[in-house]
């Protein structure tokens, strides 16, 4: 079997630092928000079915038990402890963690003591949006300060990533709007707009989008649940300007993620949390995207946010897809063994520290 054992969890948040009861420890698993069906679960997914495959053996439980004798056991360790004993079961070297979620999450410092590993700050741009429209009453001083606050921020983090896809869909116009079209939305947005309000302007999307690109930092676009190949113009407008784009989420469209991949330098598929959305099935999903993307051009996430659990499944689901289709390979003599250690290796965390320039 072919094995993994460093990775780099090129895109992850924090895990929730309060106790969780049944319900709501299950929300976490499902990928709705409203509840799960009538007499069922969240634990009835194969998120769910991986959680309770992965997770009780590292807390002194046998596989598979009760949800409800796996949630009494983590609350007898206590959070912090079974926090602890699940990160640091991962192999996780390096987390890169999305830091714009709201909620009583950890932050990098703290995921990177509890897991002892490195962990580096991703800056979510719509949120760091959101912060500066807080403090700037003008337009002038808004588009100065967020122009300032991006720059600043990539000093210390290591990505930006976009919501945009998600919250208006991957077919927004690929150029950058002008300046006057720009002064002209942001009056209305701050005119209309709640404190704390979302930015859900396309504009303003694209400018930021834009202001990002210009920093040279790598964007990381969540795709939600459009099709990846509506990027395709805006992939083509930032070639060729130094700025690395990796797509998040593409699953089920994931092959047409791993195709604008193969298409343009700068594109990059995550191919995680489609593993760990599919379970026992992630296997022909991984060979699915293997099928279309250069080697070079795929990184592994978990994806998690919330539940520690969740950077377990994702890190075990990988490792053990990777592990079947590249010994699969080895063992029908398509591939030899050195070959596929040298691409598990690329996926797993090669890959990632190339194109976060990751020292670690």
Known sequence: MIDTPSLVDQYCHGVLRTELGLGTFEAHLGRTAGPPAPGTTFFDTQTGFAVRRWCPPLLGLEPHCPPAHYLARRRE????????????????STYLVDTGLPGDLTGPPEIAAAGMADA????????LAEQVADTSGTVDAFLANLAEAVHGAAGSAVAFASMAGARH???????PPGPGEVRGATGRWLAGRPVGGPLDDPVLLRHLLWIAVASGRPLQLHVG???????TDFAAATAGLGTDLVLLHGYPYHRHAAHLASVFPHVYADVGPALAHTGAGAAAVLAEILEHAPFGKLLFSSGARGLPELHVVGAQTFREALGRVLSGWVADGAWCRTDAERVAGMIAADNARRVYRLTC
Do not use: F, K, N, Q
């Open 225 to 231: 649940v459009g099709d990846p190949l509506l990027l």
């Open 169 to 175: 869909g991957t077919a927004l116009a690929p150029e």
């Open 120 to 127: 580096h700050e991703i800056v979510r741009l719509e949120l």
């Open 77 to 92: 360790l206590g959070v912090l402890e079974s926090g602890r004993r699940l990160l640091r079961a991962t192999g996780i």
